[in-house]
């Protein structure tokens, strides 16, 4: 399996519980941690969990190590660590505070269009 099906893996797997505003940042020659950092949010704990469980479950299920997992009790901020993949699952008033986006402004946005339509 490549990072790019490991991507469209999660990206589909947040879709599916209903993640809002997904989006990825390609980290490739501006962070040594992941090659992408998927981001999105959800509106209340049960859903920031029930995204990230949906990640997890999905890369187990087709072949992806889940190296670490954090967050996950509290559920405003949890990080699934997938190696090239680091998903950032946000309560949305913590996605607004922490705004990794303009941290890493200088990241490209990876086009998932075509993730989102399958």
């Given at each position: 399996?490549?990072?790019?099906?490991?991507?469209?893996?999660?990206?589909?797997?947040?879709?599916?519980?209903?993640?809002?505003?997904?989006?990825?940042?390609?980290?490739?020659?501006?962070?040594?941690?992941?090659?992408?950092?998927?981001?999105?949010?959800?509106?209340?704990?049960?859903?920031?969990?029930?995204?990230?469980?949906?990640?997890?479950?999905?890369?187990?299920?087709?072949?992806?190590?889940?190296?670490?997992?954090?967050?996950?009790?509290?559920?405003?901020?949890?990080?699934?660590?997938?190696?090239?993949?680091?998903?950032?699952?946000?309560?949305?008033?913590?996605?607004?505070?922490?705004?990794?986006?303009?941290?890493?402004?200088?990241?490209p946005l990876e086009n998932i269009d075509s993730e989102l339509s399958?």
């Amino acid at each position: 399996m490549t990072e790019r099906q490991l991507l469209q893996t999660a990206v589909k797997a947040a879709d599916d519980k209903k993640a809002e505003d997904i989006l990825v940042l390609n980290m490739k020659g501006i962070s040594l941690v992941a090659d992408y950092f998927l981001i999105c949010h959800g509106n209340s704990d049960k859903q920031v969990q029930a995204i990230a469980r949906e990640i997890k479950e999905k890369a187990d299920e087709n072949g992806f190590e889940v190296k670490r997992i954090e967050g996950f009790d509290a559920a405003r901020w949890i990080l699934i660590d997938l190696g090239d993949v680091v998903a950032h699952v946000f309560h949305r008033e913590e996605r607004g505070y922490y705004n990794l986006e303009r941290l890493w402004g200088d990241a490209p946005l990876e086009n998932i269009d075509s993730e989102l339509s399958q």
